[in-house]
């Protein structure tokens, strides 16, 4: 491969596996943002999961000390797990820039199993870790019957697994007893997009939308990638920037999607601040040495000179 053509060849392999990638980006980070002014400090138990509006925001350190660095101004409910203690939720008031979570432990057997599942979700990495973790969520619900979460969970696995009927089982039997359900309804919309019901799926994340009262990242995520298999790459980049705001930088793998739209758009000035963007929040993540690679010719573009393959 020539100098010349080198550049060329990063960018498509770039777009190519940044497409592959797009539905893992809301529910986990696959890159730390950089380190920045913190906003907030959460103080639990070390290891416990942080939520904030029903967002996942990472995970507290050995310590006990969760900090993030950008929080939108306004109240916030937070919500914190930890494995062997009872779940908490709990108001965040506007500007406030410490919390203090006191957990208690539990032996609810149902809620044990439920902890114990997400962990092996989140963990899995093949057809049999994931076959385990469905076993644990089963247990959890027979435990507990009515049990919306782990259901939601269950039926990510399922949808996972390509048993799309068994995942819509879930979805339904989740809104029964939650019938304003924005997490079940934007996982509802991936599950029909997966099955190629794109109408379906539109009106499940709209549903997630409005259940949310416009707060829904992965709803936003989701109509973007629908957008964008529809060829509707300028309102695929708005839905992009939606779920930005909402996530208030904590995925930056999702300014590689909005800058991969804006390259579609032939917009490389927005391309490049994207791209720019995500290396602020994410020096060391898993891309970005093929954001770098393709950075200068882009900026080439940007300032309008032209570029001979």
């Given at each position: 491969m020539n100098s010349a053509s080198r550049p060329q060849f990063y960018r498509s392999v770039f777009l190519t596996v940044v497409s592959l990638v797009a539905w893992s980006v809301v529910i986990h980070a696959q890159d730390a943002p950089a380190r920045a002014p913190v906003a907030l400090v959460i103080t639990s138990e070390p290891n416990?999961?942080?939520?904030?509006?029903?967002?996942?925001?990472?995970?507290?350190?050995?310590?006990?000390?969760?900090?993030?660095?950008?929080?939108?101004?306004?109240?916030?409910?937070?919500?914190?797990?930890?494995?062997?203690?009872?779940?908490?939720?709990?108001?965040?008031?506007?500007?406030?820039?410490?919390?203090?979570?006191?957990?208690?432990?539990?032996?609810?057997e149902a809620e044990l199993r439920f902890q114990e599942a997400e962990i092996a979700r989140d963990t899995a990495r093949d057809g049999a870790a994931k076959e385990k973790a469905v076993e644990l969520y089963v247990e959890a619900i027979k435990l507990r019957g009515a049990f919306p979460p782990a259901r939601v969970g269950l039926a990510r696995l399922y949808m996972d697994l390509n048993q799309f009927d068994k995942a819509h089982e879930q979805i339904d039997a989740a809104?029964?007893?939650?019938?304003?359900?924005?997490?079940?309804?934007?996982?509802?919309?991936?599950?029909?997009?997966?099955?190629?019901?794109?109408?379906?799926?539109?009106?499940?994340f709209k549903r997630a939308i409005t259940e949310g009262r416009?707060?829904?990242?992965?709803?936003?995520?989701?109509?973007?990638r629908l957008l964008e298999d529809k060829g509707q790459t300028e309102e695929a980049a708005a839905e992009f920037r939606k779920a930005i705001d909402q996530l208030s930088d904590s995925e930056p793998v999702i300014y590689q999607m909005l800058g991969a739209a804006y390259e579609k758009l032939q917009k490389p000035k927005e391309a490049v601040a994207a791209y720019e963007k995500y290396l602020e929040l994410a020096p060391n993540g898993s891309y970005a040495g093929a954001i770098r690679s393709i950075l200068t010719q882009l900026k080439r573009e940007a300032a309008g000179e032209e570029i001979i393959p």
């Open positions: 416990a999961i942080v939520w904030i509006d029903e967002v996942r925001r990472g995970s507290t350190d050995a310590s006990g000390k969760l900090s993030l660095t950008k929080i939108t101004p306004g109240r916030h409910t937070l919500r914190v797990r930890a494995k062997g203690f009872k779940e908490s939720t709990t108001p965040l008031l506007a500007g406030q820039r410490t919390a203090n979570v006191k957990l208690l432990p539990t032996n609810d809104r029964r007893t939650r019938p304003v359900y924005p997490e079940a309804s934007a996982v509802e919309g991936r599950i029909y997009r997966e099955q190629a019901f794109e109408s379906d799926a539109v009106k499940s416009g707060f829904q990242p992965e709803a936003h995520v989701g109509l973007a």
